[in-house]
């Protein structure tokens, strides 16, 4: 019982702290833009925000297994809170201090890698063995049904407040989070890692996953589908705007459309784990998601896009409810923070490439069908090749991988 409070209230926390990311993703670019009157300045904040998930993601999961998580989560809510207030005040003054604004910006947005490791590696502390699937669809749901209704929701209040509150409303949401993430039950264990050096502690990191073949080829299948996913999904916007010539509106109708599939998957991950092994819903959404890109080969009408995106966002998200979850249960508590964090490094790499390689296609005159066409089997090809690793044969009930450099 006192598990399934600690992990509604880490949801709530996740919950109003998510509702704010939107707010602060719609009014931030809108009042830099209020501000300065450039185009410029809003994609520069957009491209600063993604920066420190290469610096900071190996350091989050070193905090992790070192510190408190509880605490790591609480302050980095705190933390998020007080640098969005600052930023609602910097853009409130007559004289736009951008360069200011674009530290306030990578200073915040540096807090969601250091805080993701602890995140991800709490749940197995607060939840039992067999609701980690459950509750990683939870937090799915959250982020899946906030990416469908957040553009609208945060639109709308940006226009209707103005940015600038919107911005504020953000900040008083991650104070909000963070209160509530203080009423969690969590223990921290004490370990022997505390004398350990930074470098040291990446090193143990890598080689635990490297070593740990069902983590290794899970985060190889990732790089792999990442890379060809945002081949595509880069220049999403101007397949359905540019080469198909519909409106911004059928735009966003076939991002909505494709959205539902999302959630859908997040619904239908837990059944699906009730009945097959872990290894054989992994490798065969990767294979399923590959075939929905496949099947937009040719498509000109804006509501196929939309339900064949769906699809394979459909079995997107069943794979990585999947994946997440069965890295919680074979990685030991006591590195889970460092494996989190190289996992999650390794497949982030693979989305600046695969848009890099997908816009230089492009500027080649390749036409979108084409590299649609390439992601698709690329994806498909990773699925069956998965199916021959030790990822596909995992069934999710392997014991605990353990690690002799943690031990005291």
């Known amino acids: 019982m006192q598990q399934t409070r600690s992990f509604k209230q880490l949801w709530s926390s ?68 007080i640098l969005v207030l600052i930023l609602a005040i910097l853009l409130s003054t007559e004289t736009t201090q951008i360069g200011l604004i674009y530290l306030i910006v990578f200073f915040q947005s540096s807090v969601d890698p250091l805080i993701h490791p602890s995140f991800q590696s709490i749940l197995p502390s607060i939840v039992k063995d067999n609701q980690i699937v459950a509750a990683n669809t939870s937090i799915q ?49 004490e370990t022997a890692v505390k004398h350990h050096t930074i470098f040291n502690d990446i090193k143990t990191g890598f080689h635990y996953s490297y070593q740990n073949k069902i983590v290794w080829n899970g985060a190889l299948l990732f790089l792999c589908t990442n890379f060809a996913t945002n081949m595509f999904e880069a220049n999403f916007m101007y397949f359905i705007t540019g080469t198909l010539k519909y409106s911004a509106l059928f735009a966003g109708i076939t991002m909505a459309i494709s959205g539902i599939g999302a959630v859908l998957g997040g619904l239908i991950a837990p059944i699906l ?100 066409l390439i992601a698709g089997i690329l994806r498909t090809l990773v699925g069956l090749y998965a199916r021959s690793t030790p990822l596909g044969r995992s069934n999710g009930e392997e014991s605990v991988v353990s690690i002799e450099a943690e031990k005291v």
């Open 273 to 372: 784990n009730n009945h097959y092994s872990s290894g054989k819903i992994i490798t065969s959404t990767t294979i399923l998601a590959g075939l929905g890109l496949v099947a937009m080969f040719q498509a000109t009408n804006f509501i196929y896009i939309g339900i064949a995106y769906g699809v394979s966002n459909l079995c997107s998200n069943i794979n990585v409810i999947t994946y997440f979850s069965l890295r919680q249960r074979v990685v030991p508590e006591v590195i889970l923070g460092r494996v989190v964090s190289v996992t999650r490094m390794i497949s982030y790499i693979a989305m600046p490439l695969g848009s890099f390689f997908g816009g230089y296609l492009i500027g080649h005159h390749i036409s979108l069908y084409v590299i649609i």
């Open 141 to 189: 749901l959250v982020d899946n049904t906030l990416n469908l209704l957040g553009p609208l929701v945060g639109g709308s209040l940006a226009v209707i407040l103005n940015p600038n509150l919107s911005i504020v409303i953000d900040a008083v949401s991650f104070l909000i989070a963070g209160l509530l993430l203080t009423l969690i039950s969590y223990q921290h264990i």
């Open 14 to 81: 996740f919950l109003i702290s998510k509702m704010g990311d939107w707010l602060l993703k719609i009014a931030l670019p809108l009042a830099i833009y209020n501000q300065t009157g450039s185009a410029t300045q809003m994609a520069t904040v957009y491209g600063i925000s993604f920066l420190p998930w290469i610096f900071f993601s190996l350091f989050g999961g070193i905090m992790a297994d070192r510190y408190n998580k509880k605490l790591i989560l609480i302050l980095g809510n705190l933390v998020s809170g």
